[in-house]
């Protein structure tokens, strides 16, 4: 890949919100995590994990999807223009007929800063958003399943273990994955304010 087609995969990756039914292997689900472990953490802790949900446990998580809609709506009816609004709703009660939801949770822990960790896990996240661009697949990552977070916690079997019981693992959010359906419009970037030069 040369440098032109780098930035523009950048600027061409968008999220994606409606899927065709189509399963994606888990082969291919692998090589989209494993491209996420390629990205940089803090002290190279490596301390992202991620559950993969598919088929029926998919399905299971349609009626948690509903209900984190419920602490979002609000704000969106605000942001959001009716048809948009609508079209996001429906996202949440059957996210888009995706195949596959990727919860991506951070073991934080004594060793490294909160953020730090924190951080890490988000560049995996979105080295996992590229590689499904590049693989022709569509990814939407939300951050909705922390309005109910506890629950999805409970629904991934995740409040077991021993670190989360120590309080160590924390769910920061989750990537919807399949092959895309519609080819959304540039969410439009701004520039003016974002970046202070000190010279
Ligand atoms: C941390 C994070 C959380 C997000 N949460 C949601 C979400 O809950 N629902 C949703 O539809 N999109 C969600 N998005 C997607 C953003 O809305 C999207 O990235 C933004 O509008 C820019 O569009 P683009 O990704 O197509 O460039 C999230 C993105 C990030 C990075």
Redesign the pocket.
Same mark, same amino acid.
């Given at each position: 890949m040369n440098k032109e087609e780098f930035y523009k995969l950048l600027e061409a990756?968008?999220?994606i919100?409606k899927f065709k039914k189509d399963p994606v292997s888990k082969d291919l689900i692998e090589k989209i995590i494993g491209a996420g472990m390629q990205a940089p953490s803090g002290k190279n802790r490596q301390n992202w994990r991620f559950f993969v949900v598919t088929g029926a446990k998919r399905d299971e998580y349609l009626k948690y999807s509903q209900k984190s809609w419920l602490g979002?709506k609000d704000v969106l009816a605000a942001r959001l223009k009716p048809s948009l609004y609508d079209f996001?709703e429906r996202?949440f009660f059957t996210l888009g007929d995706a195949p596959v939801v990727i919860f991506a949770y951070s073991h934080n822990d004594a060793e490294e800063r909160y953020h730090t960790s924190i951080g890490s896990v988000?560049m995996a996240?979105e080295n996992m958003n590229l590689a499904c661009f590049v693989e022709g697949l569509g990814c939407?990552?939300?951050? /909705?399943p922390l309005e109910i977070k506890a629950e999805v916690d409970q629904f991934l079997g995740v409040d077991k273990l021993p670190e989360y019981q120590r309080g160590e693992l924390e769910l920061l959010?989750a990537l919807v994955v399949g092959y895309p359906d519609h080819s959304?419009p540039? /969410?439009m970037r701004q520039i003016e304010g974002r970046i202070t030069w000190l010279e």
């Open positions: 990756r968008r999220s919100r979002i996001t996202f988000y996240v939407c990552t939300m951050g /909705a959010c959304p540039k /969410a």
